[in-house]
């Protein structure tokens, strides 16, 4: 391992299980240069990357590095009350968050005038939906070709009076913090770091714990499917041959 | 391959194949595109369908909400088709000027959909001039290789056809002849290159091609709506031909759908 | 065949290669003591570097590669192409074999049209350029362009060109190979489609220690049912 991961927290069995179910599928949008679509819950968001390619508009071009630009979108049909189609402000704020991490991930300065177009389509949001998105986006970048120095991953986890659980309930209720995180791989460096309620100094150490736990967890999920597809892409010509 | 911008050579060899009958994914000019569908992959839809017409993929979803009525149809329900070209489906898309028309497919396929009478927009109706229901169907083509008014119709078809049979569920008790599919009407789109005509034209024909036409045929052979596109010219014989091939395919598709 | 055991060298990005002292080389960088891929690729080990020779990415201009692009435009004194890359090349009216006066330009080559050309210069920005006057290199006519995946070069190339020899036998198809991933291809449109199954053969199984061997059962299967 690269780095010791810092965590001394384990992952319970009913955490392990809830992570497991996270589905994968790398490649679904042929026309994009690398996708990728993951499920877990009651999420389900599509990412797909063109680039690096020649940037539009041309008067947003960076002639020192390759610009990255991020486009979150939920489908009207993605929560129970229909949503207006078009940007919010909360997906224009998502855009940014996981553009900002994934800049982190990536070596811009090797793609002068360029940019690097990462776009997500969300068909069922729920909580965690950010972290999944995130690892989504990795996956995609690594379908591309696009050099990374690490794969994102990430977890999630609600505090309350019963202490830290990754596996998220289906709505929040006031009692309940949800801690967002997305990480550099297994390491201890975070990328991403939302709070949403509120955190005593107490539960944020033990809850990071707890999340990068779970991303480590993820991380492992990530290579092994990357490292399956790519394998299974090599021999499916196998079975049609014999 | 790249639609869009394709080259003179690639767009000449294209043209010659044609003239021997074939096409660039080996098909004759008559053939559709595999199509698949699979319902339920969206748990906060009133239904849902990801469907596949050779590459090009959309997931679509219905969702029902109360509303007011347009003023001057005070006792009609509402069904909004919205298609959305999102950008991920095209390296063109995001460019914006070679992208297809969301507007008109969306209002091309309202029309298929109302010309074959399968939603009772009277039926939609709660309390006149108050409220309605409005029946939302929202397509998301997430790749894109041509015809998205086939993909898209077909997607409205097989949502409307998942609640068919529990409009109580969705509507409220009594509601059960709103939604009437027994017209089975089924689009077919039709591209013209040279003298040539094309069924389900892929991303790359569309860039070649000029007119299109888009036929809705029902289960008695019997065609609903006519919709050109797309400059160019269609001549009567064309026409002929269109219909024709588009009866065979219409028939195909039925039978996988219903 | 198993292919699994031919991917135990596929790395992906985050994976530490190598052993200690070993030099980071092409795909990787240096993290602390650890040599890191950063890109998915196969490692190659030569001598005391790592590297990682990538599967996947765009095509980026080499000076001396020789490529084929379309024309996306023209002035009157030059042509710009598209390179299936993210920067295009700049071709001027003088480096072409044909005497082009000021204007004349899209007389000669217009937007659509194909060539084989060689990159002269690309500066540190990706400025490049290319000229159309050298041995080998001239304007494409008939066949057709395909695009592959440019990291599988070498991989069609072959080691002294044996597998484009292969291709090119087998079919009686003129091809030609660029080094950004755009092929031209022409000959009998039987022949052509044989010539996009091998090349989608190779790029699937590019990890395949057989692939020649490979290749040579397809052409075998395919003259068996021609």
């Not at chain 1, 994009?32 to 999420?43: E, I, R, T, Y």
């Not at chain 1, 944020?204 to 290579?223: E, F, H, I, R």
């Not at chain 3, 993290?31 to 980026?60: A, E, F, M, W």
């Not at chain 3, 090349?89 to 217009?110: C, I, M, N, Q, R």
């Amino acid at each position: 391992m690269a780095q010791d991961p810092h965590s001394s927290y384990e992952l319970t069995d009913s955490d392990t299980r809830w992570i497991e179910q996270m589905e994968m599928k790398i490649g679904r949008i042929g026309r994009a240069d690398g996708s990728c679509q993951v499920k877990l819950g009651g999420n389900n968001v599509i990412c797909a990357v063109y680039g690096p390619r020649e940037v539009y508009p041309r008067h947003l071009q960076d002639s020192l590095k390759a610009i990255v630009q991020c486009k979150y979108n939920l489908a009207p049909f993605s929560s129970q009350e229909r949503k207006r189609p078009g940007p919010d402000r909360r997906s224009t704020e998502i855009s940014r968050i996981l553009g900002e991490a994934l800049e982190e991930v990536m070596f811009v300065q090797r793609y002068p005038k360029t940019s690097i177009d990462i776009y997500f389509e969300v068909m069922e949001a729920s909580i965690g939906i950010r972290w999944l998105s995130l690892v989504a986006a990795s996956m995609a970048l690594v379908d591309a070709g696009i050099p990374i120095k690490e794969l994102a991953s990430g977890c999630s986890v609600v505090v309350d009076g019963s202490g830290p659980s990754i596996e998220p309930p289906s709505e929040l209720s006031p009692e309940q913090t949800l801690v967002e995180v997305g990480t550099l791989g297994d390491s201890d460096k975070f990328i991403m770091f939302q709070v949403d309620g509120g955190l005593s100094q107490d539960d944020m150490s033990q809850t990071m714990d707890v999340a990068q736990a779970g991303s480590k967890m993820v991380y492992d999920m990530q290579k092994e499917m990357i490292r399956g597809h790519f394998a299974q892409l090599s021999e499916s010509d196998e079975e049609v041959g014999q | 391959m790249n639609g869009g911008e394709i080259s003179s050579l690639n767009r000449s060899f294209l043209l010659g194949l044609l003239d021997d009958g074939r096409r660039s994914d080996g098909r004759t000019l008559e053939e559709s595109r595999p199509l698949t569908m699979s319902t339920n992959v969206v748990s906060t839809a009133e239904a849902s369908v990801e469907i596949n017409l050779g590459n090009t993929l959309a997931i679509a979803g219905l969702k029902v909400s109360k509303g007011a009525p347009y003023p001057d149809r005070p006792s009609e329900g509402v069904l909004n088709v919205n298609i959305e070209l999102c950008p991920m489906a095209s390296p063109d898309f995001e460019l914006g000027p070679l992208k297809p028309d969301a507007i008109e497919l969306s209002r091309t396929i309202e029309r298929g959909l109302h010309d074959a009478n399968v939603i009772d927009l009277n039926g939609l109706c709660i309390e006149e001039g108050e409220m309605v229901w409005v029946v939302y169907i929202d397509i998301y083509a997430l790749n894109f290789d041509g015809n998205l008014q086939d993909a898209g119709f077909l997607a409205c078809l097989k949502l409307l056809s998942e609640i068919e049979g529990r409009q109580d569920e969705v509507f409220g008790e009594g509601s059960s002849n709103i939604i009437d599919l027994s017209a089975r009407p089924i689009s077919v789109t039709m591209l013209k290159i040279d003298e040539h005509i094309l069924m389900d034209p892929s991303d790359e024909e569309e860039s070649t091609g000029s007119a299109r036409m888009t036929v809705t045929v029902d289960s008695e052979d019997n065609v609903r709506t006519v919709h050109k596109s797309k400059g160019g010219q269609f001549d009567g014989d064309d026409v002929i031909r269109c219909v024709r091939m588009a009866k065979v395919v219409a028939q195909q598709r039925r039978d996988q759908m219903f | 065949m198993n292919g699994s055991e031919d991917v135990t060298d596929l790395v992906v990005p985050g994976d530490t290669l190598g052993e200690e002292g070993m030099v980071p080389g092409y795909g990787t960088i240096k993290r602390g003591d650890d040599i890191i891929s950063t890109r998915i690729g196969l490692v190659s080990v030569r001598g005391n570097t790592v590297n990682v020779i990538p599967i996947r990415g765009k095509y980026l201009p080499r000076r001396d590669d020789l490529v084929i692009g379309t024309v996306r435009e023209y002035s009157n004194t030059n042509w710009s192409f598209d390179l299936n890359s993210p920067y295009t090349a700049f071709l001027h009216f003088k480096d072409v074999p044909w005497d082009v006066d000021f204007g004349e330009t899209g007389e000669y080559l217009s937007v659509g049209d194909a060539a084989i050309l060689r990159i002269t210069d690309v500066d540190v920005r990706y400025r490049t350029t290319v000229v159309l006057n050298g041995p080998g290199l001239k304007k494409l006519n008939g066949g057709r362009l395909v695009k592959i995946n440019p990291t599988m070069v070498p991989l069609v190339i072959g080691k002294n060109g044996s597998m484009i020899s292969v291709l090119k036998g087998a079919t009686s198809c003129r091809i030609f190979i660029g080094q950004n991933g755009v092929l031209w291809v022409d000959g009998e449109p039987e022949d052509v489609d044989l010539v996009l199954g091998a090349l989608d053969l190779i790029e699937r199984r590019c990890y395949s220690k057989q692939l020649n061997k490979e290749i040579e059962l397809y052409f075998a299967d395919a003259r068996m049912f021609h």
